[in-house]
């Protein structure tokens, strides 16, 4: 576990105390009225004004009073307790419209899904085969809360993408400062381009002005050093960004050791936009300890975590669980024509292995399946079973 843990919080922790919710608030001072109202129709108060005034000023303290005591009493959710929103995060090769299609289907609806990244185009058309994931159909990609996100250092190839993207209705685009490929970050793209900091100001005063929906930018704190995203923020800070999304990693530790929640504190701090966190999200404890760390932050990209326990958000929403088997057939059924369903349920299983095979003897079978009708018997006598097999147990 690479987050902290803290005890769990009571549920409405998160409630400020005296927090106003304007329709108990308005029930509760009818109730003060009417407690008022056999003195005033009698018009005794009508008689004596200075003592109407301190009725009325009494039945206002007694009303707010009951108020709180009720409140605090029951903690009654209110319309200030935080709304958090979910993000899918992208994951190359796992997260496409087939997995976001079935995801949707069988756990829960996301907030917002970011598409994983589209590089820039050389030229001066999009083709569809560049864009066909992203496509806009009737089961995963709604342009609403489908988040295109491109990745490159050239001002012009991203506009051409980002206009198609506007034309076919997406709501905004983002710019990938994240990715920790070697390939990619040795040609100044991806997490390459943070310690660049004259780069990244040119290229966004090249492009915000000529975008016609909102940039948001998903990052992380630096290529090599933790410092470079702090020594950006401020610049981000003069464009109209629609949220940063930070990853508090360096690129060069790729997916190893831990994430920095310190400096992504002292970089959501300097920063005006709305704030995004991702990383390491892995349990209902994790969003708990970082829900409750940062009371300001409403927003949570979850990537690997949601692959390894499929019901994670549902858990931190408390819904139901819900079981798996049907979104394992539908996303092979989906995948079944192409030529590499071997190697994309295998890349699933690395992290659902990890979350439901406790010995990992499920996982290390599927690595070596070499016809997908090995793969469909293993699965078949694991999930038979209630995903209890002799050698995996959730
Ligand atoms: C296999 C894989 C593919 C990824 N592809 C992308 C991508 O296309 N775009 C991107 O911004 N991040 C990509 N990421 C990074 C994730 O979106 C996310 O930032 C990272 O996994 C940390 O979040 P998590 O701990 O919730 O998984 C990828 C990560 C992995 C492991």
Redesign the pocket.
């Known amino acids: 576990m690479a987050l902290p843990q803290t005890p769990q919080l009571r549920p409405n922790e998160h409630c400020p105390p005296h927090s106003y919710d304007p329709l108990l608030s308005q029930t509760l001072s009818s109730c003060g009225k009417r407690l008022g109202g056999p003195f005033l129709k009698k018009g005794f108060l009508k008689k004596h004004p200075k003592l109407n005034r301190k009725f009325r000023l009494n039945t206002a303290s007694f009303t707010s009073n009951l108020y709180i005591f009720i409140y605090n009493m029951l903690k009654l959710p209110t319309s200030n307790q935080p709304q958090h929103n979910f993000y899918l995060?992208?994951?190359?090769?796992?997260?496409d419209r087939v997995f976001r299609a079935a995801f949707e289907k069988h756990f829960v609806r996301l907030d917002y899904m970011?598409?994983?990244?589209i590089p820039t185009i050389r030229g001066d058309r999009v083709k569809e085969h560049h864009i066909k994931d992203i496509l806009p159909d009737n089961s995963s990609n709604d342009p609403l809360r489908l988040i295109p996100?491109i990745?490159g250092n050239d001002s012009d190839g991203f506009l051409l993408l980002s206009r198609r993207f506007a034309d076919l209705g997406f709501a905004s685009v983002?710019w990938?400062l994240?990715?920790?490929a070697p390939l990619i970050t040795k040609k100044k793209r991806?997490s390459g381009l943070l310690p660049h900091k004259d780069i990244i100001k040119k290229f966004l005063d090249d492009t915000v002005p000529k975008l016609s929906i909102p940039l948001s930018i998903?990052t992380?704190l630096g290529l090599n050093s933790k410092d470079d995203l702090e020594a950006l923020v401020p610049i981000f800070n003069n464009y109209p960004l629609k949220e940063l999304?930070i990853?508090p990693?360096t690129g060069s530790q790729l997916?190893d050791g831990t994430?920095d929640v310190d400096k992504f504190e002292i970089c959501m701090k300097m920063s005006t936009h709305s704030i995004v966190y991702?990383?390491?999200?892995?349990t209902v404890d994790d969003f708990n300890y970082l829900a409750k760390r940062f009371p300001n932050v409403n927003n949570w990209?979850?990537?690997?975590?949601?692959?390894r326990n499929l019901n994670l958000i549902g858990e931190i929403k408390k819904e139901p669980v819900q079981p798996i088997q049907k979104f394992l057939d539908d996303l092979l059924d989906a995948h079944l024509n192409r030529s590499a369903v071997l190697g994309r349920m295998k890349?699933i299983w690395?992290?659902l292995g990890d979350g439901l095979d406790e010995t990992g003897a499920l996982t290390e079978k599927i690595m070596r399946c070499k016809t997908i009708d090995e793969y469909k018997n293993l699965l078949k006598s694991f999930l038979g079973n209630g995903g209890k097999s002799p050698v995996c147990q959730r």
Do not use: S, W
């Open positions: 995060a992208p994951l190359r090769g796992i997260t970011l598409a994983p990244f996100q990745i983002n990938n994240g990715c920790p991806g998903k992380r999304i990853h990693r997916y994430v991702n990383g390491d999200i892995r990209m979850i990537g690997r975590g949601l692959i890349e690395r992290y």
